[in-house]
Nanobody, 128 residues
Framework: QVQLVESGGGLVQPGGSLRLSCAAS????????LGWFRQAPGKEREGVSC????????YYADSVQGRFSISRDNAKNIVYLEMNNLKPEDTATYYCERAPRSTTIQDMCVSGDTFGSWGQGTQVTVSA
């Protein structure tokens, strides 16, 4: 059974940091492009960051550029999202997803072109 399980969310003060993890099971993560998405209450899901399987190239939404960092550990079958200098507007449920190699990371993150198998996500709340 293909599964992506997100973890690492929590409550953090503005300016704080969190590291999200997404553990894959039922498939080998290294053969897919991977991405982190988020959805705040009343808003549409948006792509935060995506990473290519081929060369590790990355894409970041303008709102997180310079603060977030995506990485993957193919040996552990895990993808991470390091989040620094968190802001209240980063508050959302964060999800990870995968896309075929044929999908560019721009299409994955900007257009949401993924397999669409969304998990439970992990809640990130940034508040004083």
């Amino acid at each position: 059974q293909v599964q992506l399980v997100e973890s690492g969310g929590g409550l953090v003060q503005p300016g704080g940091s969190l590291r999200l993890s997404c553990a894959a099971s039922g498939f080998t993560l290294q053969y897919y492009n991977l991405g982190w998405f988020r959805q705040a209450p009343g808003k549409e899901r948006e792509g935060v960051s995506c990473i290519s399987d081929r060369d590790g190239s990355t894409y970041y939404a303008d709102s997180v550029q310079g603060r977030f960092s995506i990485s993957r550990d193919n040996a552990k079958n895990i993808v991470y999202l390091e989040m620094n200098n968190l802001k209240p507007e980063d508050t959302a449920t964060y999800y990870c997803e995968r896309a075929p190699r044929s999908t560019t990371i721009q299409d994955m993150c900007v257009s949401g072109d993924t397999f669409g198998s969304w998990g439970q996500g992990t809640q990130v709340t940034v508040s004083a």
